[in-house]
Nanobody, 124 residues
Framework: QLQLVESGGGLVQPGGSLRLSCAAS????????ITWFRQAPGQERQVISC???????NYADPVKGRFTISRDSAKNTVSLQMNLLKLEDTAVYYC??????????????????WGQGTQVTESS
C-alpha cells in the first residue's frame, strides 16, 4: 500500500525550531517531487516548499530563509527544517507526492498521494 506519513509536529515557542518528516512506504521517493503544504484554521491550504524530481527546491515567500527542505534517499523521507518559527506558522502541515513525466524546476500543480498531516503550533 502506497502511503505518506508526516511526523515531527508539536508545540513550540516563537523563535523555536521543528523538523518535519514525510516518510514514504510502498514506493521510493527518488524521482518524485514532494511538496509541503499547510493549512491554518479558516484559511486555504498553501504551498510552503517543494523539492522536485531533480532536487530543485522552492519556497513560499513567508518561509524563505527560515525553512529548508531536503531529501534523504536512504531513509526514503523528505524533511522540512523549520527555524525561527512565528505565530503565523501555526497550521496543519501536509506532504504530497507526484512523479513528474519530465524534469521540473518548479513545484507541481497536481498530486497523487497525500499524508494525513501533522499539527504545528506556536504559542507564547
Amino acid at each position: 500500500q502506497l502511503q505518506l506519513v508526516e511526523s515531527g509536529g508539536g508545540l513550540v515557542q516563537p523563535g523555536g525550531s521543528l523538523r518535519l518528516s514525510c516518510a514514504a512506504s510502498g514506493f521510493s521517493l527518488d524521482d518524485y517531487a514532494i511538496t509541503w503544504f499547510r493549512q491554518a484554521p479558516g484559511q486555504e491550504r498553501q504551498v510552503i516548499s517543494c523539492i522536485t524530481n531533480i532536487d530543485s527546491t522552492n519556497y513560499a515567500d513567508p518561509v524563505k530563509g527560515r525553512f529548508t527542505i531536503s531529501r534523504d534517499s536512504a531513509k526514503n523521507t523528505v524533511s522540512l527544517q523549520m527555524n525561527l518559527l512565528k505565530l503565523e506558522d501555526t497550521a496543519v502541515y501536509y506532504c504530497a507526492e507526484v512523479r513528474p513525466s519530465w524534469p521540473r524546476h518548479s513545484c507541481p500543480h497536481e498530486y497523487g498521494y497525500w499524508g494525513q498531516g501533522t499539527q504545528v503550533t506556536e504559542s507564547s
